[in-house]
């Protein structure tokens, strides 16, 4: 099962930013929050991952509590290109299991 | 960057046929897997290699075998395929430095159809 829960589905207007909510409540200390996208037919892309502290990148920001029980991804200036399945995902290392859970799915509006 | 490529984008074959699904990998990453996708089951690890000649069954195994002779590609073999494999192949590769908090990279996908 999946260690993580997200809303099915979210919207967003372009040009505002989106944030993607997660709550990973039975996360360990050396488990690390990645968030990867999915658009229509392709592969999984990945976006950012954090351990503690908040991260940010070209692509979106990550947004980590003080407790790590939840994280928000921040896409600051959605496109129509933004349209995706969002997925947040806790993992330790790299040889074991990724669990993909649902998602969410991001719908930017014009 | 790193590329992950598929032999294929769209498959069709028939029922007892074998199958190769082919992933090749760029960036001398140690680590490769196989997933399939399905609408409502999310992504479900089938394979995964930590080196060569190295495997280790995923979640769902059963009806599948992997071959990775080098490091840079790893095959996932439909022995008999059945209409029950019809589905998304994801492959996805990783460096392998454990405990560092690990990306995987994926490729494109393949989608096939067993009639």
């Known amino acids: 099962d999946a260690k993580t829960t997200q809303p099915p589905s979210m919207d967003c207007a372009e040009g505002r930013a989106a944030n993607l909510p997660c709550n990973h409540s039975t996360i360990s200390g050396n488990e690390y929050v990645y968030w990867y996208r999915q658009i229509h037919s392709q592969g999984p892309q990945y976006i950012i991952h954090?351990?503690?502290n908040n991260e940010t990148n070209e692509m979106a920001s990550l947004i980590i509590t003080e407790d790590r029980k939840s994280s928000t991804l921040i896409l600051p200036h959605a496109t129509l290109r933004d349209t995706a399945v969002y997925y947040c995902?806790?993992?330790?290392?790299?040889?074991?299991?990724?669990?993909f859970g649902s998602g969410t799915r991001l719908s930017i509006r014009p | 960057d790193v590329k992950v490529t598929q032999s294929s984008r769209y498959l069709v074959k028939r029922t007892g046929e074998k199958v190769f699904l082919e992933c090749v990998q760029d960036m001398d990453h140690e680590n490769m897997f196989w997933y399939r996708q399905d609408p409502g089951l999310g992504l479900r690890l089938i394979y995964f290699s930590y080196d060569v000649k190295m495997k280790e069954k995923g979640d769902i195994p059963e009806g599948y075998s992997v071959s990775r002779e080098k490091k840079e590609r790893f095959s996932l073999i439909l022995e008999s395929a059945s209409t029950n494999q019809t589905s998304m192949y994801l492959c996805?590769?990783?460096?392998?430095?454990?405990?560092?908090?690990?990306?995987?990279?994926f490729g494109p996908g393949t989608r096939l159809l067993v009639l």
């Open positions: 996805a590769s990783n460096l392998g430095t454990s405990g560092s908090g690990e990306t995987q990279y």
């Open positions: 954090g351990l503690k």
């Open positions: 995902i806790v993992s330790y290392s790299s040889a074991s299991k990724i669990i």
